[in-house]
């Protein structure tokens, strides 16, 4: 089991940008596939993006393509997601999660053992 705790929530307008943390604990986090979801009010938790262990592989959706960047540094248990042009409907709580396999598509949230707590980012129009 891994714990995962997440940082750098908060509130940004629309058009900024942010860079979401996870930190991991327990088992080694170069095991893992870690992967960021977000759950808006009112709506199912949804995938955002995924790298593998050793972050040579990453899987986006298209909601958040080509404005966002998954990234970690194994060195220091941390994975990052950044976020830009960010939009109103990215308004939601972000959740990192953990598995020990990598597929070819990985946003299938039951895969995934292990979850931080979530972080509420906030994007204002």
């Known amino acids: 089991q891994v714990h995962l705790v997440e940082s750098g929530g908060g509130l940004v307008q629309t058009g900024g940008s942010l860079r979401l943390s996870c930190t991991a604990s327990?088992?080694?986090?170069?095991?893992?596939?870690m992967g960021w979801f977000r759950q808006a009010p009112g709506k199912e938790r949804e995938f955002v993006a995924a790298?593998?262990?050793?972050?040579?592989?990453?899987n986006y959706a298209d909601s958040v393509k080509y404005r966002s960047t998954i990234s970690r540094d194994n060195a220091k248990n941390t994975g990052y997601l950044r976020m830009s042009s960010l939009k109103p409907e990215d308004t939601a709580v972000y959740y990192c999660?953990?598995?020990?396999?990598?597929?070819?598509?990985?946003?299938?949230?039951?895969?995934?053992?292990?979850w931080g707590q979530g972080i509420q980012l906030t994007v204002s129009s």
């Open positions: 790298i593998s262990p050793s972050g040579r592989s990453t």
């Open positions: 327990g088992r080694p986090f170069e095991y893992y596939t």
């Open positions: 999660a953990a598995k020990l396999t990598w597929t070819p598509v990985n946003y299938e949230l039951g895969e995934y053992d292990d």
